[in-house]
């Protein structure tokens, strides 16, 4: 039931030709001084940088090519020259307060910086290693839910936009702006398979390699070796660079078209993302200061600090997920549909006079969703209000509604004031990022002391205090 909003807005879009936004409010944070940074790997050469195109968003891009990424020395040049513009960038965002945002075209392009930053972490040139650090922060961010510091053009406009081709031809750049921009007057498909023609990724054509590149390349070797003037080298040079300008340069400007777009007025604030930009300027602050303090970033993760970051990577998801429901108006819409969100009617609540002065209050709610997800015992919150809840005494289905009765956990004075008949929503509990620490914090103490599993000594035996149940199936059913 989740994926019904998302396949009638691709029915939609396929059946008008074009893109439909899905959402009416901003899915991300767009920093202004983010940078838009296209990297071009050689065709075999995974980890190669053959290509760069960088410059701040709306800026026109500087642009170096390394002529023959093989050779290491020409390699680490193009590296060099790219990392004082990041360390620059770094430092910017260090003295403000803020975070680096780093935009790339695709998810391939967000990979292929991601394993270029740990292969130049473990090089021998420490300003190679510095820029490979600088990079890490990037990459290790963005497995991470409602990071902001390294975003993909398609995942961007994907979370806005919803088109009439399968998801996966969504990572095609061109095409996905071909979907939210048509040509008028003209076949979307078409137009579409022009728009691929042109790549959008890292790796470049193969009949672009054969036929342009390759011959170049040989050119530029075979004057360097036999020993031609410096004139005749540069030139030579100077036609790989043309070469890769012709593809960088689309590749950079689509990625440039899409932060426009998504920066534009029609999509309204989402308070979700003021958390959110917090977070991740806390993070990047954090990440800086270990830099100064000398600490290295591993290749592989020892045991703790891998369950520490798992913690944290959960957490994350659950916080994102909990505050886009609260801001999100999309979000909160889907959320009704898969039965994450509980909308119910209030239909009855009683005070309960438990001793002198203490009360409790018990609630009655009706709801017409026939996909939720409840359990007794469950703990939900409001959605509006996030400092009351109420825990699930019993949920019965009759004929067409769900019928659920709990009791108040938190904001008894709020509950005095409630009446009959008025429509809330309920969720999980409001995101708390800072909360994190106290996660990692009882993580820490649980990985101190190793668990019975996982040694030589087994735990004492427990006397059983109550009486076994007559029937097991019975007892455990009623846990259900």
Not at 444 to 458: F, I, K, Q, Y
Request: proline content about 6%.
């Amino acid at each position: 039931m989740g994926d019904l909003v998302n396949v009638v807005a691709r029915l939609r879009a396929l059946q008008h030709g074009e893109a439909v936004p899905v959402v009416s409010q901003r899915q991300l944070v767009i920093q202004p001084h983010a940078r838009v940074l296209t990297l071009l790997a050689m065709a075999g050469e995974d980890t190669s940088v053959h290509a760069v195109a960088l410059g701040r968003f709306g800026d026109a891009p500087l642009i170096n090519i390394c002529p023959d990424p093989r050779r290491r020395d020409d390699q680490n040049d193009l590296l060099r020259w790219l990392l004082p513009y990041i360390e620059a960038y770094y430092a910017e965002c260090r003295a403000s307060g803020t975070f680096p945002q780093i935009w790339v075209s695709s998810a391939g392009a967000l990979g292929h910086l991601d394993t270029l930053a740990d292969r130049l972490r473990f090089t021998d040139e420490p300003d190679i290693q510095r820029l490979g650090n600088l990079l890490t922060y990037a990459g290790e961010r963005s497995p991470i839910a409602g990071q902001q510091a390294l975003i993909s053009a398609t995942a961007a406009l994907r979370a806005h936009y919803a088109t009439g081709q399968q998801e996966s031809e969504d990572e095609h750049l061109g095409a996905l702006l071909t979907w939210i921009e048509p040509p008028p007057g003209r076949d979307i498909f078409a137009s579409v398979a022009m728009a691929e023609e042109h790549p959008m990724g890292v790796k470049t054509d193969p009949r672009f390699d054969r036929n342009v590149l390759q011959p170049a390349i040989a050119n530029f070797h075979e004057a360097r070796d036999t020993g031609q003037p410096d004139a005749v080298i540069g030139l030579y040079r100077t036609r790989i660079q043309q070469s890769l300008e012709s593809v960088i340069r689309p590749i950079y400007a689509a990625t440039q078209r899409a932060i426009a777009l998504l920066n534009e007025t029609r999509w309204r604030p989402n308070a979700g993302m003021v958390e959110l930009e917090a977070e991740e300027a806390r993070v990047f602050q954090r990440f800086m200061i270990d830099r100064d303090g000398g600490f290295n970033l591993p290749y592989h993760d020892r045991p703790k600090a891998s369950a520490m970051k798992i913690v944290a990577r959960e957490k994350a998801v659950a916080n994102v997920e909990a505050g886009m429901l609260r801001n999100d108006h999309a979000a909160r819409e889907k959320g009704v549909v898969n039965g994450t969100v509980l909308r119910a009617q209030l239909v009855d609540i009683v005070e309960e006079r438990v001793r002198p002065r203490v009360f409790e209050y018990h609630i009655e709610l009706s709801s017409h969703q026939d996909s939720l997800h409840l359990r007794r015992g469950d703990v939900l919150w409001t959605l509006e209000d996030p400092a009351q809840s109420f825990r699930i005494n019993d949920v019965q289905r009759r004929g067409p509604l769900t019928w659920i009765s709990g009791t108040i956990l938190h904001g008894k004075n709020a509950a005095k004031r409630m009446v009959a008949g008025v429509t809330l929503e309920f969720g999980p509990k409001a995101p708390n990022w800072e909360g994190i620490g106290n996660e990692l914090g009882q993580m820490s103490v649980r990985l101190a002391n190793e668990p019975w599993t996982h040694g030589d000594t087994l735990p004492a035996a427990t006397p059983v205090i109550r009486p076994r149940p007559a029937s097991l199936l019975a007892a455990v059913e009623q846990l259900t």
